[in-house]
């Protein structure tokens, strides 16, 4: 199989703007600032600043940076890694996981957890948008502020405003990846300059050198617990960093997109929030930007969530085509899933159920890790598809050939996982990459140790003809 000629799968989806199922050709790579706008603006958001608040409530100046810095890091090597692995092929991450060491069968689940995962962060985060701009915006004299449902702080202009914050996402994430970027290039710097201005205003009755000195207003944070809020806090999203790094040509551009978004994203972001939160004694980062930016800066600072939230809707719908297709070998029109996912998770955000399930998407967060270093090992290291996929990518089509099932990658999946969730418990460095470095060096050694065994250079299980 590796030495003779692969025959190429199509793309049957002719509304599939964004090559869900397919590679991304040559053609419709995107100028490098557009998906570095992309990056940032998923950095650059509210959640960043609640966690560079939090920092900044707990632990010095100094301290805050470490831990920014450190968590950051472990964060950006692994976009870095996949990222460049979807620039050099044009897949998702999905989609790269067939020929990444799980096979088609393993896809299905990993674009499944993915999906579920995204799209339920996608609910959880539109309840915070619909909540700020109902609280920035009311429509008092249309819908009045009485609750719904006693007891549930479900108002009349929160349901409206949810409804249309969920419904406008979801359409931005129909017209694709340049609308997803534009918006981001829009937004991006508005949210910026807000976040500056709000510092300026902070610290013009603060000195800058006490501030960076001054001991935290809030209870003592330690560095582990720092470094695993600012890793967990985006593993799942630097995991699904291909989904939009393979629109960038090569490596190289990868590794400057994850170099500027974290310096400009996460130190950055976090360090000016830590200071506006030592400064105004809270880490509640809307009553910072409150009391200085005003009306204004809340909206723009509410607004940003976009940007990280239309990611989160168009990772979902890639990691459900991948699913679909590999569960029922069909190609379902990646528009069709945007707007019934979008439609999903605006539902669950207006009736507050989706907050009663943050538990279980956190769980599913530490399920995602294991799998990206299974693929790093298996696509880097082990490289044992590569050479169908550098045939195929000549042709600009997808191979013909492809495991079905590879068990040890599931196993060893599994047992990740179970590694991260322990190491959560006992309260042992940061879960998610726990289970990432481990569930990767124990396929690595599984899969060496049974090349050996069976007298071959890489181990390879039954493969499957039906590719899409």
């Known amino acids: 199989m590796a030495t003779e000629k692969v025959e190429l799968a199509e793309n049957t989806d002719t509304e599939d703007i964004d090559y869900s199922l397919s590679r991304v050709p040559a053609e419709a790579k995107q100028p490098f600032w557009r998906i ?6 998923a950095i650059c ?5 609640m966690l560079g608040a939090a920092l900044g409530f707990g632990m010095t100046f100094f301290d805050a940076f470490l831990a920014t810095l450190f968590g950051s890091v472990l964060l950006q090597v692994v976009s870095w890694a996949l990222g460049t692995a979807a620039a050099h092929e044009g897949l998702s ?7 990444a ?11 499944g957890v993915v999906a579920i995962s995204m799209v339920g962060w996608f609910g959880v985060q539109n309840c915070v948008f619909g909540q700020g701009m109902a609280d920035i915006i009311p429509f008092t004299d249309f819908l009045g502020t009485q609750e719904l449902i006693a007891g549930t702080g479900i108002t009349g202009e ?10 406008g996402i979801t359409l931005l994430v129909v017209f694709g990846i340049k609308a997803i970027a534009n918006f981001a290039t829009i937004f991006v710097p508005l949210f910026i300059i807000a976040v500056i201005w709000s510092a300026a205003i902070v610290l013009q009755g603060h000195s800058l050198g006490e501030l960076v000195v001054a001991a935290p207003p809030g209870p003592a944070m330690g560095m582990g617990a ?7 806090g985006f593993i799942a999203g630097a995991i699904c960093t291909p ?3 393979r629109y960038l040509k090569n490596g190289t551009q990868v590794f400057w997109m994850t170099l500027i978004g974290t310096f400009l994203g996460e130190l950055g972001m976090n360090l000016i929030a830590a200071l506006l939160a030592n400064a105004m004694g809270t880490e509640n980062v809307v009553d910072i930007m409150m009391g200085t930016s005003g009306v204004i800066g809340v909206v723009i600072v509410v607004a940003s969530t976009v940007k990280l939230n239309d990611i989160n809707l168009y990772s979902s719908s890639l990691g459900f085509a991948t699913m679909l297709n590999a569960l029922f070998n069909k ?31 956190s769980l599913l967060g530490v399920a995602i890790p294991p799998a990206a270093g299974i693929m790093v090992v298996d696509y880097f290291i082990l490289r044992r598809s590569r050479q169908i996929l550098d045939e195929s990518r000549e042709e600009g089509g997808l191979p013909k050939r492809v495991e079905n099932w590879n068990p040890v990658a599931l196993i060893i999946w599994v047992v990740g996982f179970a590694i991260g969730e322990i190491s959560s418990i006992i309260n042992i460095g940061i879960p998610g990459l726990n289970s990432l470095i481990l569930a990767g060096l124990l396929y690595w050694v599984v899969m060496v140790l049974m090349a050996r065994a069976k007298g071959v250079e890489v181990a390879r299980f039954k493969e499957t003809e039906e590719v899409l």
């Open 93 to 99: 991450i999905s989609l790269l996981s067939r020929w």
């Open 158 to 167: 929160y349901v409206l405003w949810a409804i249309i914050t969920g419904i």
């Open 226 to 232: 720092a470094i695993t809020m600012v890793a967990g």
């Open 36 to 41: 570095l706008f992309i990056r940032i603006g």
């Open 101 to 111: 060491g799980l096979g088609k069968g393993g896809s299905a689940v990993f674009g």
């Open 331 to 361: 190609a379902l029109s990646r528009n069709t899933l945007v707007w019934i996912l979008g439609i999903a998770g605006t539902v669950l955000s207006v009736v507050g159920i989706i907050n009663y399930f943050t538990d279980f998407l």
């Open 243 to 245: 989904d939009y790094a």
């Open 45 to 49: 958001c509210v959640s960043q600043l």
